[in-house]
């Protein structure tokens, strides 16, 4: 029954603590949730905690809910805030996301030289400090613009614009580094 419920009456029913609905709500969003924390947290282990505790988070949380935006946005919200926190306490510099699998080479990708582009680019992406690698991340990867990032971040508009800046330069060195080296 729960199966074929809109998301605005699954909502309803987790508010009451409905477990088969909250379960459903899990169906639906876990894997979205978990690969936006992977892209954050570079750790599969890791991600499945951030998403867990979003998750968990969210429950508790419904009645902050206001139902005029997108349920799946408000929680995604939540797995990248979580995510992120749990990157500042970790406290560590470099991580290496090719063997944790957040990167993917484009299926459209054919060419020997598109994929080296994006290798080298995630690459790149990885030897930025994590604050300005997440900012990037979470503006090209996940598709959030200044405005969102600067709610995400809680950040004011002009420091979020400043900090893509200032991360984008930065890649932009590494980049050329990098090729330097090759």
Not at 13 to 38: F, G, I, T
Not at 115 to 131: C, F, G
């Amino acid at each position: 029954m729960v199966k074929q419920l809109e998301i605005d009456q699954l909502i309803q029913l987790c508010k009451k603590k409905d477990e088969p609905a909250q379960m459903e709500v899990y169906n639906r969003y876990h894997l979205a949730m978990y690969h936006s924390a992977l892209r954050i947290v570079q750790n599969r282990v890791d991600a499945e905690d951030v998403m867990q505790e979003s998750f968990l988070t969210a429950f508790e949380k419904l009645e902050q809910y206001k139902g005029g935006n997108k349920f799946g946005g408000w929680l995604k919200q939540i797995t990248l805030r979580k995510a992120l926190h749990f990157c500042e306490q970790r406290n560590k510099q470099k991580m290496s996301s090719l063997e944790e699998g957040w990167f993917f080479v484009n299926e459209g990708e054919t060419n020997d030289n598109e994929k080296s582009q994006t290798i080298e680019l995630h690459k790149a992406l990885n030897e930025l400090i994590p604050r300005y690698r997440n900012a990037l991340m979470l503006m090209y990867f996940e598709g959030y613009d200044y405005e969102e990032l600067s709610n995400i971040l809680k950040l004011s508009y002009g420091n979020c614009r400043t900090l893509i800046s200032r991360a984008k330069e930065q890649l932009k060195q590494k980049i050329e580094v990098n090729e330097l080296h090759r």
